[in-house]
């Protein structure tokens, strides 16, 4: 099969678009875990449950500022909602960056409101309100529908770079997956770390966040497998290679730090904290490996 | 309406540059000196909407020639004025999240000004790296076929100031029947490469600013019918790809949470 050809010009998204994809990714995937921690976990895993949904708003918060700040002309970000031309809606559910700003926004609510939630249950008492509503089916709800939205949060960056006409990039159809699984991975390794530095969280449930982001990393190892197939199948990983194999690097060894970084730590007594510190450097490394390298 | 250019007859000569320049006030980039031939210009982008390529295929063998052949040979110096097509499925428009580019009532596609936010989704959709992002302005601009000229009754600047006739500018119906007719002639002259590029659906629904080339698209940075794709043809496969992903990724959560389950009830016992 002849390689794809590609004549597009590069778009010039850089460090903001790399700090958006990084924390926005962050933002959904720990959302997720803290779902998954307060429908499935037990009581001891509830700590560790307000922890996810904090960090979960506290990643999000510089996103929007990222998009922001990357645009052309920063006070116009609101014709990604409005049509300027004709005072309606902007919404393309075609155009991956259309339907990701509405689900920003949806994302950003559901995140603001359980942030509240487990910050009033973390002894914030002016946010009781909004705790009592958040207990029972309608918070299970809520932080499902949330969850969704975190997730489309984490997985749209690689789709919307994949519907373009950029080698590697619009060579790569999983990249949505890939960003979605690289996204659950990196939040499990944040919360292992603030797990780590807080004598407050159960042991057993650290073991759990342990034992899911190893889960995370198989996912997501296979599925940056399959990406890398699609790219070389097109002709295109050459864009991947040279001086960008350091940022395989990092890659590399944050996906294997679950499975072996962190029994050498146990064994050789080092900071609990190495195994995640690698797992996040990781993910900000497949991020910007693929930013990058495409547009070099 | 739009262009039919003619490469067999371009002469690299600029004009159609230096009038796209001056009527729509495009300042130009810093002089460099790129060492690609005559071509000084290097890109369509932010400040060059026209673009003469200039391709050489000239043999290295201190230019002796072993078997002289016509400009179909692939010994020759080809010339297009690239510009952007205007295509029918146009890639730009498609993503475009603000609806900055449109459709007017010329069929160009057009980048609004004072919409655009200067998000550069465009730049990343158009196959042809036609548009640019100006630091200036904040927004993506192209060419916008002299929208205003148009509006006016005018014909673009490039297609008036080419001195071989090689832009040409008109309904499409009737440049269309020019080039067939063209495309037959220098067949006929024995110049085999030659064709037409966007004169039919096959690239982008057809290209409102269509070409007549002596060789493969490919030698003018043209991408052939085949890697001619949208970026839409990903969105079905990204946002699937991203579904199963999740729910993989649930299901892993929910065993990793689940496990193990009894020694943290036995840890809440213990508080």
Redesign the interface.
């Known amino acids: 099969m002849?390689p794809?050809?590609?004549?597009?010009?590069?778009?010039?998204?850089e460090w903001w678009i790399l700090g958006y994809f990084f924390f926005g990714g962050l933002s959904g995937g720990s959302y997720?875990?803290g779902t998954?921690?307060r429908l499935?976990?037990?009581?001891?895993?509830q700590r560790a449950a307000r922890i996810a949904f904090i960090a979960s708003f506290l990643a999000l918060l510089p996103c929007p500022i990222f998009l922001i700040a990357?645009?052309?002309?920063?006070l116009?970000?609101i014709?990604?909602l409005l049509?300027?031309?004709n005072g309606g809606l902007?919404f393309?559910p075609?155009?991956?960056?259309?339907l990701g700003?509405w689900a920003l926004l949806g994302f950003g609510l559901f995140s603001f409101v359980s942030f509240l939630g487990a910050v009033a249950e973390s002894g914030w008492h002016a946010a009781d309100p909004i705790a009592r509503i958040l207990r029972g089916t309608v918070g299970a709800v809520w932080n499902i529908i949330g969850t969704g939205l975190g997730?489309?949060v984490s997985?749209?960056t690689?789709?919307?770079?994949?519907?373009?006409?950029?080698p590697v990039?619009?060579d790569g159809?999983?990249?949505?997956?890939?960003f979605?699984?690289s996204s659950?991975t990196g939040a499990a390794a944040l919360l292992l770390l603030l797990a780590n530095s807080r004598r407050d969280i159960?042991?057993?449930?650290t073991?759990?966040?342990a034992?899911?982001d190893?889960?995370?990393a198989?996912?997501e190892i296979v599925?940056i497998a399959v990406f890398v197939a699609t790219v070389a199948l097109a002709g295109t990983i050459g864009k991947m290679a040279g001086v960008w194999l350091l940022l395989w690097l990092v890659v590399i060894v944050g996906l294997a730090a679950p499975f072996t970084v962190s029994r050498l730590a146990a064994a050789r007594g080092w900071a609990p904290v190495t195994a995640p510190v690698l797992g996040l450097l990781s993910v900000l490394a497949l991020r910007a490996l693929v930013i990058f390298s495409a547009q070099s | 309406m739009g262009f039919f250019t003619d490469t067999s007859i371009c002469i690299g000569c600029k004009a159609c540059e230096v009038a796209c320049k001056e009527w729509n006030q495009l300042e130009g980039n810093k002089p460099e000196l790129l060492l690609d031939s005559f071509d000084n210009t290097g890109q369509l982008d932010a400040q060059n909407w026209r673009h003469v390529e200039f391709i050489e295929q000239i043999p290295d063998n201190n230019g002796v020639v072993m078997t002289p052949t016509p400009i179909a040979g692939g010994q020759a110096w080809l010339m297009m004025s690239d510009v952007c097509k205007h295509c029918q499925n146009a890639s730009c428009l498609e993503v475009c999240p603000t609806n900055a580019i449109v459709r007017t009532e010329f069929d160009s596609v057009l980048i609004q000004q004072d919409v655009c936010n200067g998000c550069r989704d465009c730049i990343s959709a158009c196959p042809y790296g036609v548009i640019g992002f100006n630091e200036k302005t904040g927004t993506a601009h192209k060419c916008t076929l002299c929208y205003d000229r148009l509006q006016n009754g005018m014909q673009p600047a490039c297609a008036k100031a080419c001195p071989t006739e090689s832009i040409k500018f008109g309904y499409l119906d009737d440049l269309q029947k020019a080039a067939d007719q063209r495309l037959t002639a220098l067949q006929t002259a024995g110049y085999k490469k030659a064709q037409l590029y966007g004169r039919d659906a096959t690239v982008y629904g057809g290209l409102n600013a269509f070409f007549l080339l002596m060789d493969k698209p490919e030698v003018y940075k043209l991408p052939n019918a085949q890697n001619a794709v949208l970026p839409s043809r990903n969105n079905l496969a990204g946002y699937a790809g991203g579904f199963v992903t999740a729910v993989i990724g649930l299901v892993a959560g929910v065993l990793a949470f689940r496990s193990n389950r009894m020694n943290g009830e036995k840890s809440d016992a213990a508080r």
């Open positions: 002849p794809a050809e590609h004549f597009a010009a590069p778009p010039g998204w997720a875990i998954l921690l499935v976990g037990t009581a001891a895993d990357d645009l052309g002309q920063p116009r970000f014709n990604m049509d300027a031309s902007a393309k075609w155009s991956p960056m259309s700003s997730f489309f997985g749209y690689g789709v919307l770079l994949a519907v373009s006409n950029q990039w619009s159809w999983p990249l949505g997956g890939v979605l699984a659950l159960d042991t057993g449930t073991v759990r966040l034992l899911a190893r889960n995370f198989l996912l599925l």
